[in-house]
């Protein structure tokens, strides 16, 4: 395997601003689908009571409150994880097209799709087991999610150091680049 100076690579400070900006994408994208796939819960969030429910502000919730917030919770997940599928399908995510990034192999050359999609199970493994607990009812897999979700939260300051991959990138043989920097 040819290796790559590892300076093309792309470190936290641009990664985190890609994050970001998926963030806001994601934020509108999703109350626009609630309120348009399910409005009769946007009442929560003009009350306030959703937040109330998270925070745990206000006192216990009713259960057509705590009803409203699993569905409205589930339904952004979803859409998340689909939101997210956008990079397992084409290596970027909306935010790394936006700032001209794209995951690569370590070697700065172009990946593939079996690529992408690895690096996507492993980065976003916490959400897909938090997935399958909603769906399957095995709680074993939440207490997993949470472990999972820790290792890659932290993992990804592993950006920091030299090889400027995070965890998941390691595991995936992956790494983020520029698009113009990435080569056959």
Request: proline share 4%; charged share 15%; aromatic share 10%.
């Amino acid at each position: 395997m040819n290796t790559t100076n590892t300076s093309k690579r792309i470190g936290f400070g641009p990664r985190l601003g890609a994050f970001l900006i998926d963030s806001f994408i994601l934020a509108f994208l999703v109350s626009l689908l609630v309120s348009i796939f399910m409005p009769e819960h946007m009442n929560l969030f003009a009350r306030g009571q959703y937040l109330e429910v998270l925070t745990g502000a206000g006192g216990p919730p009713s259960e057509e409150v705590m009803q409203s917030v699993w569905r409205v919770s589930t339904f952004m997940a979803h859409i998340s994880m689909l939101y997210m599928l956008i990079e397992g399908f084409t290596g970027a995510t909306p935010g790394k097209k936006i700032l001209g990034l794209k995951i690569g192999r370590p070697d700065g050359s172009h990946g593939d799709q079996g690529l992408y999609l690895t690096r996507y199970m492993v980065k976003n493994s916490p959400s897909l087991l938090n997935l399958l607990v909603t769906t399957l009812g095995i709680g074993l897999l939440g207490r997993l999610a949470g472990i999972a979700g820790m290792v890659i939260f932290f993992g990804a300051f592993m950006m920091l150091s030299p090889e400027r991959q995070a965890l998941h990138d390691r595991i995936a043989h992956t790494a983020v680049f520029r698009r113009r920097d990435l080569h056959a």
